[in-house]
């Protein structure tokens, strides 16, 4: 398994297109780093669940379809970030999403420590390829990649059926990453003239994404690049 990070306590933010699997290495790095992983969707569930004001507004916004706001999103992060578990790190998974989250995210950093940002660039044809031959457990949602002409269609942990996700098509895997170009890719941008910031090779295996990734944050960390 890939090492932990050696020089203390280090605030993550992950950046990727759809299926770069930046979710997988966030969850990965978290766990070795013994810090919390912070997903928008998970934090807008909490929020919700807490009933806090803003996890009202949350809960309103998407009960009535709509996309929750920069402003609602970048105040549940505010709010997620002053509990005591995140005083010793943290990694982000799917925030900043945009520039405007980014700068709002500067300031919201102001006294957390060294922050490394670090995007996972996959090309988009491999992206295509890559989630076209993904298939999720119907029954227990274990992700698997069957290999070209590969007719494998039972989950190899439960037994249960093998599907292709709606949402892995190729022309709305293409929709996808037009769209994360449109409006997260400036992100990549905004971050990639600063000092704390390093893009990793993400057509490796995931152990050696995950090693490259936390290898990106110890350089930075030596460097006394990441803040």
Do not use: W
């Not at 500067?106 to 670090?118: N, Q, R, S, W």
């Not at 989950?155 to 170009?181: I, K, M, N, P, Q």
């Not at 941008?189 to 990793?200: G, K, M, Q, T, W």
């Amino acid at each position: 398994m890939t090492g932990a990070v050696t020089r203390g306590p280090i605030n993550l933010v992950v950046l990727g297109p759809p299926g770069a699997g930046k979710g997988t290495q966030a969850v990965d790095f978290a766990q070795r780093q013994g810090t919390p992983n912070i997903s928008t969707g998970d934090i807008l569930r909490d929020a919700v669940r807490a009933e806090s004001e803003l996890g009202r507004r949350a809960k309103a916004t998407i009960d009535a379809g709509g996309l929750v706001d920069d402003q609602l999103m970048i105040g549940i992060v505010r709010e997620r970030l002053a509990h005591p578990d995140a005083a010793r790190g943290f990694v982000l998974d799917g925030f900043p999403r945009t520039v405007a989250q980014a700068i709002a995210f500067d300031e919201i950093m102001t006294g957390h420590g060294p922050l490394a940002v670090v995007d996972i660039a996959v090309p988009d044809d491999a992206l295509v390829e890559r989630l076209a031959r993904r298939r999720v457990c119907g029954q227990c949602g274990h992700a698997t990649s069957v290999a070209a002409g590969e007719s494998r269609t039972t989950c190899e942990r439960c037994g249960g059926e093998l599907v292709l996700r709606s949402d892995d098509t190729e022309a709305t895997v293409r929709e996808r990453l037009r769209v994360y170009a449109e409006t997260t890719k400036p992100l990549v941008d905004y971050y990639s003239s600063r000092p704390n910031f390093r893009a990793v090779d993400g057509q490796q295996s995931p152990a050696e994404v995950g090693a490259a990734l936390t290898q990106a944050v110890e350089d930075m960390l030596a460097e006394g690049t990441a803040g």
